[in-house]
Antibody
């Protein structure tokens, strides 16, 4: 079965960088886009961007352009999201999710979430 | 980016009620719309994709309709397990966006 397992919680200081990993199993890693979505405490869902694990191509929400990098290591079926210049309002649960494929980018599979806390 | 506006923000309903949530897009998104259910502390769960396709394993009391800019999620008979927050998401164009969410509460 499809599984996405994310790395553990992080505590960072303002201005630091965080990297969250997402290890995929149960399907062909290069066949489906991986998306990153975050949710601040008590708030709604915010789409950050996607990576095409096959080509490495990426697309980011305008809000995160220049501050986010998404990469992958196909040898270990793992995607990474790196967010730089962290601020207190980056405190959130960060989710990776796999899309449906076949041209449909809805998200039927999600990781368990990684809490990133930004605090001095 | 395309803006998604959900209404209502909060909905109070009883078990057995028919519930409808609306999502409006700031421009046409064809049928590239999904609906998710989220419970506290959990990842979202896909209910509907491509506006009206029921995800495998999702109860048939959930249905979606619409195209273009206006979409609805309907729960035909609300069950205790359905009290949660619901989000729409457009994926028509680069810059996927979510609605702000609708919390379905017990009346």
């Amino acid at each position: 079965q499809v599984q996405l397992v994310q790395s553990g919680a992080e505590v960072k200081k303002p201005g630091a960088t965080v990297q969250v990993s997402c290890k995929a199993s149960g399907y062909s890693f290069t066949g489906y886009y991986i998306h990153w979505v975050r949710q601040a405490p008590g708030q709604g869902l915010e789409w950050m961007g996607w990576i095409n694990p096959n080509s490495g191509g990426t697309n980011f929400a305008q809000k995160f352009q220049g501050r986010v990098t998404m990469t992958r290591d196909t040898s270990i079926s793992t995607a990474y999201m790196e967010l730089r210049s962290l601020r207190s309002d980056d405190t959130a649960v960060y989710y990776c999710a796999r899309d449906y494929g076949y041209g449909d980018h809805s998200l039927p599979y999600w990781g368990q979430g990684t809490l990133v806390t930004v605090s001095s | 980016d395309i803006q998604m506006t959900q209404s209502p923000s909060t909905l109070s309903a009883s078990v057995g009620d028919r519930v409808t949530i609306t999502c409006r897009a700031s421009q046409s998104i064809s049928s590239w719309l999904a609906w998710y259910q989220q419970k506290p502390g959990k990842a979202p769960n896909l209910l509907i994709y491509k506006a009206s396709s029921l995800e495998s394993g999702v109860p048939s009391r959930f249905s979606g309709s619409g195209s273009g800019t206006e979409f609805t999620l309907t729960i035909s008979s609300l069950q205790p397990d359905d009290f949660a927050t619901y989000y729409c998401q457009q994926y028509n164009s680069y810059g996927w966006t979510f609605g702000q969410g609708t919390k379905v509460e017990i009346k």
